[in-house]
């Protein structure tokens, strides 16, 4: 036929086809095998009219019981001499639905590179196929059709066409397509052998991404597609994937209405994927990357649930104490610090094998040179003392770390913060020796001359008050705190002032519901007028603290503290009108609704002279104030309340700066510092 004429072929041509035709149909393969030769020869002398002729009726041979699988293996005959003519002619024909995902699959094994510039036509086609044989009979064997053609992609374009394809379907608004695209993402990224190495960036961001999809199974294919592609990443390959996997993460949380990432809570799962990058950089990173790395961590900690972290819980902590006891720049180590921190307040009591280890870690780092390490380890060490079962040996080694005169002063401080923290979680551990050692230390540090170890010293002894007998806390009163003798120096004056405000912030029910404490209202009402500003200050707080409980409890806010608050605002110190309004609004959060009419048609009027303040700190504090006390943040009705009660002329005035107070009501909520006992 290769020397015959066209012209000759064509007469005959009624007779050959249906020979070719029945020949590669036949039941023995050498004869399919030479039918598909002769397919080849008739093709190169007759042109396009070959394959009209002869391969619409291969296919509908396809289906045929008796003769099907030979047809099939003539039609692979046929594309392994004649692949890049036939597949432009087969494709349309075999992607149209319904999708003919088998024969599809047996022409791709034989292809070659062919296949490639189909392929885009061909996966969309499979896509659409597997979604919807979902939860059929024929969703195995419709899989592993599509598992066969997405494995004979090995080139390099083909890879590019995959990628381009598949990973935009992630994003499909049908949870279908996006179960289908991620696992023949799944399927390629585990089984092939072809280098993908350049995508593994937008592979993290697109399957991470899916951790947060409504479908489980997708959550789920999409958790074993990630975990093939960071198999295969060496170690070098981990470290330089880092910053790329926060970005993944960052982008897959930005909209999530949850706390936490359903990908990294599934049972038995978790973490695991990413867990090894993440420690790679902390043990074996650059210093720049190990802060990286201990940051993400903390990150992936507070995105995943207690359950799914059980059991990753030695594999995250051994690392980040190893690193932590060398000799490394002081961001890595806060960095490794708030994770443990992130860690402790997540998973707690299941750290309680390594307590001894952090114990001794946190205790180092309370003195680190560097502040900010030593604030971190204070808030870590607050954390641990939460599953400590023998407190009273930790209390004793801080005890004496604060009294020892010889430690630097800014240490003393932070250590004072973690005694702070420690009190506040397990002064109700601490044996009465210890406790009563403790107190009269504190009470001996109360008039320390350095402002903030001082009010250090004061916020301990408050906290501390929560976890006395009522009988002890009567004598800390009587003859400490609400001493007021003016002989005394002014720093041990406003060191018991600090402390006997927080101890109404800390312990409110102890000191003013069970009747059988001292009157606490008139010394706080004597200690506001002091001409001392920090003294005057730390009284408007304690009121503040005082009338917060009030509201708490359903009782009414006595007028002292009210005349008080407004004195505040007019003030002569700026520091004093702030403070004033920042308990003003801090008070105003103990309740949904609002407060007593009469209380804020006082402070209101005040409040809104101080909008207009020379000093903007007094304007802007006075404008949350009024914010939080008219409720604009849950709308307008409680301000339209307000106003209807109120005279004409104040009224007015409060119209004239609703539109202000509006714009703040829309600001996100600022986090105002109401105990400046703690150190930040």
């Not at 396809?62 to 293996?73: F, H, I, K, T, V």
């Not at 009563?436 to 350095?450: D, F, N």
């Not at 009705?637 to 005035?653: C, F, H, K, L, W």
Request: glycine share 6%.
């Amino acid at each position: 036929m290769g020397s015959t004429s066209r012209e000759q072929v064509l007469a005959y041509i009624d007779s050959v086809v249906p020979t070719v035709r029945k020949a590669l149909c036949d039941p023995l393969p050498e004869v399919r095998e030479a039918a598909a030769t002769t397919f080849d020869n008739l093709h190169g002398t007759i042109g396009h009219r070959a394959l009209e002729d002869i391969l619409p009726q291969l296919l509908d041979q396809l289906n045929d019981p008796d003769s099907g699988e030979s047809a099939l293996d003539g039609l692979k005959q046929v594309m392994a001499v004649k692949s890049r003519v036939v597949l432009p002619f087969l494709v349309p024909k075999l992607t149209s639905p319904p999708v003919n995902s088998k024969v599809l699959a047996i022409l791709s094994e034989v292809a070659g590179d062919a296949l490639t510039k189909h392929l885009g036509k061909i996966l969309q086609a499979l896509m659409s196929s597997l979604k919807d044989s979902i939860c059929t009979e024929r969703e195995a064997q419709e899989l592993e059709y599509c598992q066969t053609v997405v494995l004979s992609v090995t080139d390099e374009q083909g890879l590019y066409t995959i990628m381009d394809e598949l990973l935009p379907a992630t994003r499909n608004n049908h949870p279908g397509m996006r179960r289908a695209a991620v696992t023949f993402l799944f399927v390629y990224c585990s089984q092939t052998k072809t280098d993908y190495s350049q995508f593994v960036p937008q592979l993290l961001r697109s399957l991470i991404a899916l951790f947060a999809d409504d479908d489980e199974t997708v959550v789920n294919v999409a958790w074993d597609a990630l975990n093939a592609v960071t198999k295969k990443l060496t170690a070098a390959e981990q470290l330089t994937h880092i910053s790329s996997l926060r970005q993944a993460i960052h982008y897959a949380t930005d909209s999530l209405q949850t706390e936490e990432l359903p990908g990294f809570c599934l049972p038995k799962k978790g973490i695991s994927p990413i867990l090894p990058i993440f420690r790679e950089g902390i043990l074996n990173g650059a210093p720049e990357m190990k802060e990286q790395a201990a940051v993400g961590l903390g990150e992936v900690i507070k995105l995943t649930s207690t359950a799914a972290l059980k059991s990753q819980v030695v594999n995250i902590t051994g690392p980040l104490i190893r690193v932590l006891g060398d000799r490394y720049a002081w961001n890595v180590k806060v960095a490794i610090l708030q994770t443990l921190g992130l860690l402790l307040a997540k998973v707690g009591v299941l750290l309680k094998a390594f307590l001894p280890q952090l114990q001794t870690t946190f205790l180092r780092a309370l003195s680190d040179p560097n502040r900010n390490v030593r604030l971190e380890a204070a808030l870590a060490l607050a954390k641990l003392v939460v599953i400590h079962s023998r407190v009273d040996p930790l209390f004793t080694e801080l005890h004496n770390g604060v009294k020892n005169v010889d430690t630097d002063i800014s240490v003393r401080e932070t250590m004072l913060q973690a005694l702070r923290g420690v009190i506040s979680g397990a002064g109700q551990k601490m044996g009465e020796a210890v406790r009563k050692t403790l107190t009269a230390t504190l009470l001996s540090l109360l008039g320390m001359p350095e402002d903030t170890a001082r009010m250090a010293v004061a916020g301990c002894l408050g906290a501390l008050c929560a976890f006395m007998p009522d009988e002890d806390i009567t004598e800390l009163l009587i003859d400490h705190l609400l001493v007021s003798d003016p002989s005394q120096s002014w720093t041990l004056q406003h060191g018991r002032s600090v402390a006997l405000a927080v101890c109404i912030k800390e312990a409110p029910s102890k000191l003013m519901d069970q009747g059988s404490q001292p009157d606490l209202l008139d010394p706080l009402v004597k200690t506001f007028t002091n001409d001392r500003v920090p003294i005057c200050v730390t009284a408007i707080r304690g009121l503040g603290f005082y009338a917060k409980h009030c509201v708490s409890t359903d009782k009414p806010i006595p007028q002292q503290v009210v005349s008080a608050l407004v004195k505040s605002l007019n003030h002569n110190s700026n520091e004093v009108k702030m403070t004033a309004a920042q308990m003003i609004g801090y008070i105003a959060t103990a309740r949904d609704d609002l407060l007593d009419m009469a209380v804020i048609k006082s402070l209101v009027v005040v409040l809104v002279s101080n909008t207009k303040d020379k000093n903007t700190a007094v304007q802007a504090d006075s404008e949350l104030a009024l914010v939080s006390l008219l409720k604009l943040r849950q709308g307008q009705e409680r301000y339209q309340t307000v106003s209807q009660s109120m005279d004409s002329i104040p009224a007015g005035n409060l119209a004239d700066c609703m539109k202000r107070l509006n714009k703040v009501a829309g600001q996100p909520q600022p986090n105002i510092v109401i105990d400046d006992t703690i150190l930040r």
